[in-house]
């Protein structure tokens, strides 16, 4: 795990990717990191899963040796009735970020295979990802603070659990000059804007900002959001009572709903009755009403 984190960054990096006929060049950033958005007018027909060769083609290093590698792209389906968004730490992963101490530990000492996800995620995220009809599939991206380092430990961890693939939209957590920018608003707000057609489930927790966030987005993208799912962490005291109680009423009041959970079986049962995935049968459920 610490190796994970003693990575050397390359900056100023000259890249080019190609997907299909299609191909875009860039530079990497001064943490190493690189974003190339790829306008694909023919895609031939790829849906689903595709493969962008990436290749570094200039570095100021001595004896530089080019470097290629796949990454996994996601197009969704035309098929798809929603997307799904969701937060991973104390979300999907048993994580305890409100507990400082502890999540530094369990993050160090633990492995893709011996850390947990919540009871149920694994049904809910799969039960949404084929929709109402039980054929959607419905995309799943999961957006995180946790730093690009952890991303091939996530990867095996959602294979691992039987938990839908989907891009994973991380973090760096390298030294900034400026305030860094809200990661995970950022990110929502880029999904929904690269996604004008589909309307979300978002699905976060409490122990941090997912409730104010998440009703951000649905205040800026009226009609698009259409539930919210928090993982209640406790707290059971007055202030937690009001704050639960004043970000329902706000939800309300952007046209959805904010569900409070304790158990996954609880916003899979809630899917089910609003017509955003199919009943235990797989028959397609309800239509959602207003």
Do not use: C
């Not at 946790?146 to 693939?165: A, I, V």
């Not at 973090?171 to 950022?186: C, E, F, M, Y």
């Amino acid at each position: 795990m610490l190796r994970r984190f003693f990575s050397r960054e390359l900056p100023d990096a000259t890249l080019a990717a190609r997907l299909g006929a299609n191909s875009v060049t860039g530079v990497t950033d001064e943490e190493g990191y690189f974003a190339l958005p790829i306008v694909a007018p023919v895609l031939d027909g790829v849906l689903g899963w595709a493969k962008a060769e990436v290749e570094v083609v200039g570095a100021q290093v001595r004896g530089l040796v080019p470097a290629r590698a796949t990454a996994e792209i996601l197009i969704p389906s035309a098929t798809a009735e929603l997307g799904i968004i969701s937060d991973i730490d104390d979300t999907v992963l048993q994580t305890h970020v409100t507990q400082k101490l502890k999540m530094i530990w369990v993050t160090l000492s633990g492995s893709a295979f011996t850390r947990m996800p919540f009871d149920g995620t694994s049904e809910l995220f799969h039960a949404l990802a084929r929709g109402a009809s039980g054929l959607a599939d419905n995309p799943v991206f999961y957006v995180s603070k946790s730093p690009w380092n952890l991303y091939d430990f996530l990867l095996d961890f959602l294979d691992h659990h039987g938990l839908p693939r989907g891009p994973l939209l991380l973090r760096d957590i390298g030294l900034h000059d400026a305030p860094p920018v809200d990661h995970k608003s950022a990110a929502v707000r880029d999904l929904l804007e690269a996604y004008p057609e589909l309307p979300f489930v978002l699905i976060g927790d409490s122990g941090e900002r997912d409730p104010e966030i998440y009703l951000e987005a649905a205040a800026r993208y009226p009609g698009r959001i259409v539930a919210i799912y928090i993982r209640d962490l406790g707290g059971r005291n007055h202030e937690h009572a009001a704050r639960a109680g004043t970000l329902s009423e706000r939800a309300r009041g952007y046209g959805t709903e904010l569900l409070w959970i304790e158990h996954a079986s609880q916003a899979l049962s809630h899917a089910r009755k609003r017509g955003l995935a199919a009943d235990s049968e797989n028959h397609a459920g309800s239509n959602l009403t207003s």
